[in-house]
């Protein structure tokens, strides 16, 4: 569902424009706060963001916005995503809610809903708020003298840290790691350093200095060359690289080596399948993940389940189908014994603990498949459908044709930019080239002709 006000994760654009105003942070607010209150209890809740300049502005308007509508607005600070998540379910909470563009540059900035449950909101109670954006809210709001009241708390941090420590067995420690983490100037600047460093890992903390600017800065899980540098540097064991709300990770191993979100499933899935600990027999990913990892989890007897592009709807199937490993290849790891979303720090403790287990270097532990050659290129559009056209359907018929039994071939329109996502991959890389740019330069002509 992409609609108005919402795309494929929650709310999300470019600071101080549509969607991204005050105006529209502090409506979003009054829904979202009117949507939720259940019961004649004083209705509550958190608020976190991460490190952007913009933060400070969305964050004041949604605080009018939810107290307008009734609602006691407890502000967490600069914090993660998924301690969000857990604290709305912590404090008993009627909603939580995220301010951050995830691995977005400094100038965009998002709001991204939690339920009482800590999980994403689905697609129809988005639906219902985009009504009440448009139907106008005003009408429904709290009396004087039942606004909702504001204030900071303390201890989040330390409460989020000990909750992710507690995903490790009690006797484990890291010590004798040495761990490098790029934080990427974002909301785990404090808590990832710190937790790591409490487990008894030595750390040497990259990109925890934020100033309102330089998030995901060539920097974080998005941008790990910076990562793989200082790892060589200062001969780490391994590197973890989050983004800027440390909802996803990516690993480097001791030769500066990046091992993805798919690799990560790989791993995490095949050690809890041997432990007895996964749920399913299957692991849910998304049309874009590898097809070495779905031939790698064929070769130990799971399956994967694939879904729509979202780590919402990785959830959402993970919940349908008792599953307990999720995610995608870009990072966004769910662990739903331990979180409702995707979780950075708790996914890299997943992968830290099968580390210190096998005692072996990450690149041996780590690296569980050899990915098919894959290739993704995006077209930008204004206006029209390309999809539809019918040069461009019968390109990606032959493209199929093509690819055969041996590849995928995955198209779809972004969910957050006017964008077409061509992706094919295959064991034949010249062929895997050649179908994504034929695709690419019917799109482009379409969208010429337009």
């Not at 100038?107 to 139907?135: C, H, T, V, W």
């Not at 330089?214 to 060589?232: A, D, F, M, Q, R």
């Not at 899935?269 to 790698?296: D, Q, Y």
Request: charged share 25%; hydrophobic share 40%.
């Amino acid at each position: 569902m992409s609609g108005k006000y919402f795309g494929t994760d929650g709310i999300r654009g470019k600071a101080n424009t549509f969607p991204m105003t005050a105006e529209v942070a502090m409506k979003v607010g009054m829904a979202a706060g009117l949507s939720f209150q259940r019961g004649n209890h004083r209705h509550r809740v958190v608020l976190g963001k991460d490190t952007r300049l913009s933060g400070y502005m969305i964050e004041n308007a949604m605080v009018a916005g939810l107290t307008a509508a009734g609602m006691d607005v407890f502000l967490l600070g600069p914090i993660p995503t998924p301690a969000v998540a857990m604290l709305a379910r912590s404090l008993r909470a009627d909603i939580g809610v995220m301010i951050s563009a995830s691995h977005n540059p400094y100038f965009d900035n998002g709001i991204k809903l939690f339920g009482p449950d800590g999980y994403k909101l689905s697609d129809e109670i988005e639906q219902r708020i985009e009504a009440m954006l448009e139907d106008g809210v005003e009408m429904a709001l709290a009396d004087s003298e039942g606004l909702g009241r504001a204030k900071r708390i303390d201890g989040v941090h330390d409460r989020y840290i000990e909750f992710a420590k507690r995903t490790l067995p009690k006797s484990m420690s890291l010590a004798g790691l040495r761990v490098v983490v790029d934080c990427a100037n974002g909301a785990a600047y404090k808590v990832a350093p710190e937790a790591l460093w409490e487990l008894g890992a030595e750390v040497v903390s990259i990109n925890v200095e934020p100033n309102g600017f330089n998030i995901n800065h060539e920097c974080g899980s998005t941008h790990p060359e910076g990562l793989s540098k200082k790892v060589h540097e200062v001969r780490a064991d391994i590197g973890i690289a989050l983004d800027g709300d440390a909802d996803r990770v990516v690993i480097v191993d001791e030769n500066g080596e990046v091992i993805d979100g798919d690799q990560i499933m790989a791993l995490v899935a095949e050690a809890w399948h041997k432990s007895g600990k996964l749920a399913g027999g299957a692991v849910a990913a998304t049309v874009m993940s590898n097809l070495g990892l779905e031939r790698f989890l064929s070769g130990i007897g799971l399956e994967l389940h694939r879904t729509k592009v979202g780590d919402r709807y990785v959830v959402e199937h993970m919940r349908a189908h008792g599953l307990n490993v999720g995610g995608e290849q870009s990072g966004h790891i769910v662990l739903s014994d331990f979180s409702t979303t995707g979780d950075g720090l708790v996914s890299a403790l997943q992968v830290l603990a099968c580390i210190k287990r096998q005692g072996k270097p990450v690149s041996e532990v780590a690296k569980k498949f050899e990915p098919v050659p894959q290739l993704l290129k995006n077209v930008r559009f204004s206006g029209g459908k390309p999809l539809e056209e019918a040069r461009v359907k019968a390109a990606i018929e032959e493209a199929r044709n093509l690819l055969g039994q041996s590849g995928r071939l995955v198209i779809r329109p972004s969910g957050t930019e006017p964008l077409i996502r061509v992706m094919a991959e295959g064991d034949d890389p010249g062929l895997v080239r050649r179908v994504v740019d034929d695709i690419v330069g019917v799109i482009s002509e379409t969208r010429s002709a337009a």
